[in-house]
């Protein structure tokens, strides 16, 4: 059974750093993307981050360009993402996910096959 399970969200003021951690079970997927994604309540799940299977291609919604990294660690069937400087308006619930096809990374939800449950990040102004 394939298992997505994100950790490290929380309450932190503007300005502050988080990092968000996923971790995969039930199968490897170091050969797919892994992205992040977002949605607040009545909102459309926004893409975030990706990275390719190999790490070295990554992208970025603009808002959070300069301010957010996406790692992975393939031995580990891990992803990362590493938010500083962070704003009220990056509050949301942020889910990880494994792409669908090994090609990537895609910036759109239909292009990823399995998501976590995901996990609460809260910034005050």
């Known amino acids: 059974q394939v298992q997505l399970v994100e950790s490290g969200g929380g309450l932190v003021q503007a300005g502050g750093s988080l990092r968000l951690s996923c971790a995969a079970s039930?199968?490897?997927?170091?050969?797919?993307?892994m992205g992040w994604f977002r949605q607040d309540p009545g909102k459309e799940r926004e893409f975030v981050a990706a990275?390719?299977?190999?790490?070295?291609?990554?992208v970025y919604v603009d808002s959070v360009k300069g301010r957010f990294t996406i790692s992975r660690d393939n031995a580990k069937n891990t992803v990362t993402l590493q938010m500083n400087s962070l704003k009220p308006e990056d509050t949301a619930v942020y889910y990880c996910?494994?792409?669908?096809?090994?090609?990537?990374?895609?910036?759109?939800?239909?292009?990823?096959?399995?998501w976590g449950q995901g996990t609460q990040v809260t910034v005050s102004s």
């Open positions: 039930g199968r490897t997927f170091s050969n797919y993307p």
């Open positions: 996910a494994v792409g669908r096809f090994r090609a990537g990374p895609s910036t759109t939800s239909r292009g990823y096959e399995y």
């Open positions: 990275i390719s299977w190999s790490g070295p291609s990554a």
